[in-house]
């Protein structure tokens, strides 16, 4: 059951307060690398046993590896904008201790392989989008606000090869807009040396028109109130491009990386009125990022 | 940030409720071990030896499984443990069908794993005798992830790992220790062994160390490798009694 459990995220979770979030991030991280230093294999806690188990779920007791740490992302305003901004973004992952990290894409959603043979693994994903606020961007004046989204679905990832990973996921708006997101990507996993990994490869979106039309199209209401003409945006391909990443391990705690990923809007996505008039097609993500890991144990 | 605040508080409350309920209710398995007496120890680890290559593999994929019986490596494992038991624990010798322990396989579908419960539980119940012990010590095969991607490597094996500027050999044995409570046959305490303090970033999650090529098997002669079977030997016998240890069964290291 040791390949079970393993969920990673990498968010932007503090919406308009991101660069105060910092600072508690940094604080904490230094915090737990100064106390576990020479960790190593050791657990740096022990927490109590829980006080009851439920039936068909697997007990929390035994040990665990959390991966905590702190990046920065400097990316697009909003999805389609031409102006970029830096914010802080917050690492986390937990799994079973005794089941190594495996590779992660800068994209991919949190997610739990619940089938796991080794080169296919499956199970279900989930992305949150944070809210698109109109006041916070002179070029989405008058357009409104877009609420939070919060996507469910599934993944399945496939290595034909060790270096070579291709992962598809599937998913479904359930808070916010309520249509549906499909990713395909596909990454050379290239080790350079031992301690250094580099990637690369292309991706592709398809949205419904029910993801797309929320942050793209434009109606009458909003049009008068933005001066941007109406439109009705369609769901079909929505980006395609290609990301890299670089990581390189420190030791066996501390590891940093860094990526960049291209995005090129199509259809209707590309020839929104506000991204042909007030923004651009061409999005860009940079970020960079360290991240520290230590083994807990529940009795 | 309210909310913020809101959740932090209804986390923080909720922690120290399973804390407390946790301390004060439940027997651990550390406390569980105190009433234990007499042991019997089931090794079945060593009877294969793997060879994978990975990383920059071109389209080679392949792993290969080769009998290491001969080695004596179960017996080394159960005669360490007996050692590094002895003093606390009344080790008696037991009698049990290897292969049957060596043939379990976790399922790759989590779910299938939850349904059936631990799968040595039966076993330790139907093919180990003397049964009546207060506890059984079983120590099997355990899996690791290898290299990032999707390999997994298990047991005791013989890596080549493909990088863009070198390559280099890794040999390791890994291993999961379970401990049953000899009356109910519920699992008292499970622990993997935990790569040694020397082996650096390696990306595997137990005992295991970085060779050279001459330690590389001649597949054809692999019984009589004793560089080999000697480097093995050397994983198990570092690694086990901190493991041991580290499960409240050993005195410390």
Not at chain 1, 29 to 36: D, E, N, P
Not at chain 2, 47 to 60: E, K, R
Not at chain 2, 67 to 94: C, E, H, K, Y
Not at chain 2, 120 to 132: D, I, W, Y
Request: with cysteine; aromatic share 10%; hydrophobic share 40%.
């Amino acid at each position: 059951m040791n390949q079970a459990v393993q969920i990673g995220l990498r968010l932007s979770v503090c919406g308009g307060m991101r660069r105060k979030c910092l600072g508690p991030w940094l604080a904490a991280l230094g915090a737990i690398g100064a106390a576990s230093e020479s960790a190593s294999a050791q657990t740096a806690f022990t927490l109590p046993a829980p006080p009851f188990e439920l039936p068909m779920v697997p007990s929390v007791s035994g040990n665990w590896t959390v991966m905590v740490g702190v990046g920065g992302e400097y990316k697009p305003d909003f999805e389609g904008a031409s102006r970029s901004m830096f914010s802080p973004v917050p690492i986390f992952s937990i799994r079973r201790a005794g089941s190594a990290e495996q590779f992660r894409g800068p994209r991919d959603s949190a997610s739990i392989a619940l089938v796991d043979f080794g080169d296919l693994r499956a199970g279900p994903a989930g992305k949150f989008v944070s809210s698109r606020k109109a006041n916070d961007y002179s070029e989405l004046n008058g357009l409104g606000d877009v609420k939070t989204a919060f996507e469910l679905g599934g993944f399945v990832e496939y290595y034909p090869v060790d270096w070579f990973r291709t992962r598809v996921e599937l998913r479904e708006g359930v808070v916010g807009h309520h249509g549906t997101v499909a990713d395909f990507s596909g990454d050379f996993i290239v080790p350079v040396i031992q301690r250094l990994t580099f990637s690369v490869g292309p991706r592709f979106t398809w949205e419904s028109t029910q993801a797309t039309s929320p942050y793209f199209g434009i109606d009458a209401m909003q049009a008068m109130a933005s001066g941007l003409p109406v439109f009705n945006a369609k769901g079909g391909a929505h980006s395609y491009g290609a990301g890299a990443q670089v990581s390189y391990r420190i030791n066996r705690q501390w590891e940093v990386h860094s990526y960049v990923e291209y995005e090129r809007l199509l259809a209707d996505a590309a020839n929104s009125p506000l991204v042909t008039l007030r923004g651009s097609p061409n999005q860009t993500t940079v970020g960079v990022g360290a991240s520290y890991s230590f083994d807990f144990r529940i009795r | 940030m309210s909310h913020s605040i809101a959740f932090a508080s209804f986390a923080t409350v909720v922690v120290l409720a399973v804390s407390v309920s946790g301390c004060a209710n439940f027997a651990t398995g550390e406390t569980k071990l105190q009433a234990v007496k007499t042991v019997g120890i089931v090794s079945a680890v060593g009877d294969q030896m793997s060879f994978a290559t990975a990383g920059l593999t071109g389209l080679n994929n392949s792993t290969q499984s080769f009998q290491i019986g001969s080695w004596g490596l179960d017996d080394l494992i159960v005669q360490q443990a007996t050692t590094a038991l002895n003093g606390r624990f009344q080790v008696q010798p037991v009698s049990y069908n290897r292969s049957a322990f060596a043939a379990i396989k976790d399922s790759p579908v989590a779910a299938v794993n939850l349904v059936r419960g631990d799968p040595f539980k039966k076993l330790v119940q139907t093919e180990v005798s003397p049964q009546g012990l207060d506890a059984y010590i079983v120590i099997t095969k355990a899996k690791s992830n290898f290299g990032g991607g999707g390999r997994k490597v298990e047991g005791i094996g013989f890596i080549t790992y493909g990088t863009l500027l070198s390559s280099h050999n890794q040999i390791h044995a890994l291993y999961e220790i379970r401990v049953f409570d000899g009356k109910t046959f519920e699992v008292i305490e499970k622990r993997a062994a935990a790569p040694l303090e020397n082996s650096g970033t390696m990306n595997l999650t137990g005992p295991s160390q970085l060779v050279d090529e001459t330690f590389a098997p001649n597949i054809g002669d692999l019984s009589r490798n004793e560089k080999l079977h000697g480097a093995i030997t050397d994983l198990i016998v570092h690694s086990l009694p901190s493991t041991l240890s580290d499960m409240h069964l050993a005195a410390v290291r």
